[in-house]
């Protein structure tokens, strides 16, 4: 029976979980799941305990007067994108024939406020990021956030990583993990290969990944004596692991286990918190995330080279003439200008 035929046929006793079931038959994250989730049962209970409704037969009036309760705790941006949610709930149920109408549809319209694609986001500097690092206790944590702040690469490519795209000149680390490092790093030691190719859900280097890599192109990043120092330090204490693929990142209560984006996004939230840095509910532009440290990154890296074609490339989003020129300027440029411009950390 297709979507269409069983919304029709049956009319769902929890709508929000019908919308949410059929977001996972879309292939939408879990991520983006639980946020629709979080959304939606507020608007829920709003609808229920304050206007004495339900979604079914909630009107226009129900949505602006939910809207309207919204924009004392959260910032316009926010109040867009939650009522967007709500708008796509309505828009959906409404197409498969399991509500009449979209009461949200109009609100939208005539809404003040916007979803900002673009949010200027908080200013940290430099030295404000190095204390934050500093007040870090547990290697795990130290490693990978300092990966991010120091590679501008995405919170799944780090999770992605494996102990083989990791090159570190070291003799005490080649010893206590022999493991070859990939092909492409030989000549370049104290370096990371960010890979494109893996994808959620597909089998890569012997193991089912839970998160996509997102680079248009595979990338070199350097490895500078700061990182290199949090990553041997973390893997001092790195648990052995089941996989067969050897994830350069697990996790140290749950023995093992590849470190997933939503672990270190919990992880990243918690520490941004104690320093007032993240809030619940907030936006792109108050909250520090571990994509925040993407935009630190190119900021920061981007006014100190002021070249925009190495930043690119660093992240992994440049076009194919571009990358093929700093792939073969590697050893020349990407990491001279990398050296001698990278904040220091530590």
Same mark, same amino acid.
């Given at each position: 029976m297709g979507v269409d035929e069983r919304a029709a046929s049956v009319a769902p006793d929890d709508p929000v979980a019908y919308f949410l079931q059929d977001m996972t038959f879309h292939g939408r994250t879990e991520r983006t799941r639980a946020a629709y989730e979080r959304v939606l049962r507020d608007f829920e209970s709003f609808v229920v305990d304050q206007r004495g409704a339900t979604l079914e037969t909630a009107t226009q009036r129900e949505c602006m007067a939910w809207v309207h309760s919204l924009r004392d705790e959260h910032a316009p941006s926010t109040v867009a994108s939650y009522a967007s949610y709500v708008h796509r709930f309505y828009a959906y149920m409404t197409q498969v024939g399991a509500f009449d109408s979209n009461p949200m549809a109009l609100v939208t319209e005539e809404m003040d406020e916007s979803i900002d694609t673009d949010p200027a986001r908080r200013e940290i500097s430099a030295p404000e990021m190095r204390s934050f690092l500093a007040d870090l206790g547990h290697p795990l944590e130290r490693a990978l956030i300092g990966t991010?702040?120091?590679? /501008?690469?995405?919170?799944?490519?780090?999770?992605?990583?494996?102990?083989?795209?990791?090159?570190?000149?070291?003799?005490?680390?080649?010893?206590?993990?022999?493991?070859?490092?990939?092909?492409?790093?030989?000549?370049?030691?104290?370096?990371?290969?960010?890979?494109?190719?893996?994808?959620? /859900?597909?089998?890569?280097?012997?193991?089912?990944?839970?998160?996509?890599?997102?680079?248009?192109?595979?990338?070199?990043?350097?490895?500078?004596s700061e990182l290199k120092r949090l990553l041997k330090a973390w893997l001092a204490i790195r648990p052995d692991t089941t996989s067969q693929a050897e994830p350069l990142f697990c996790s140290t209560s749950e023995?093992?286990?590849? @470190?997933?984006?939503?672990?270190?996004?919990?992880?990243? @939230?918690?520490?941004?918190?104690?320093?007032?840095?993240?809030?619940?509910?907030?936006? @792109? @532009?108050?909250?520090?995330?571990?994509?925040?440290?993407?935009?630190?990154?190119?900021?920061?890296?981007?006014?100190r080279t002021g070249d925009r074609g190495i930043v690119k490339y660093l992240r992994g989003d440049v076009a194919t003439d571009i990358i093929d020129t700093y792939t073969h300027n590697w050893g020349d440029r990407v990491r001279d200008i990398y050296e001698a411009n990278i904040y220091s950390l530590l």
């Open positions: 991010l702040l120091k590679t /501008g690469m995405r919170v799944g490519e780090c999770c992605n990583l494996d102990l083989r795209d990791v090159y570190l000149e070291d003799s005490e680390v080649r010893e206590a993990y022999p493991v070859e490092p990939r092909g492409t790093l030989e000549g370049r030691p104290d370096s990371i290969y960010v890979a494109s190719e893996p994808a959620r /859900g597909a089998v890569y280097n012997g193991e089912e990944r839970t998160a996509s890599n997102k680079r248009k192109r595979d990338t070199v990043v350097p490895v500078d023995w093992g286990k590849r @470190a997933t984006p939503s672990m270190v996004r919990s992880i990243v @939230a918690d520490r941004a918190a104690e320093r007032g840095w993240y809030r619940e509910g907030g936006d @792109a @532009a108050e909250n520090v995330t571990p994509h925040y440290f993407r935009h630190f990154f190119t900021t920061h890296l981007r006014d």
